[in-house]
C-alpha cells in the first residue's frame, strides 16, 4: 500500500524508510 511520507523521511530512501515511518507514526505500546 501507498504510505504517506513527508519531504523527510522520502530523501532518506524509498521502500526501508516507508515501513520506519510506519512504526514511528504507529502508537508505542509495551511488550
Known sequence: HRCR?????KSLGPGGSCSVYILEEA?????
Open 5 to 9: 511520507l513527508p519531504p523527510m523521511v
Open 27 to 31: 502508537p508505542r505500546q509495551p511488550p
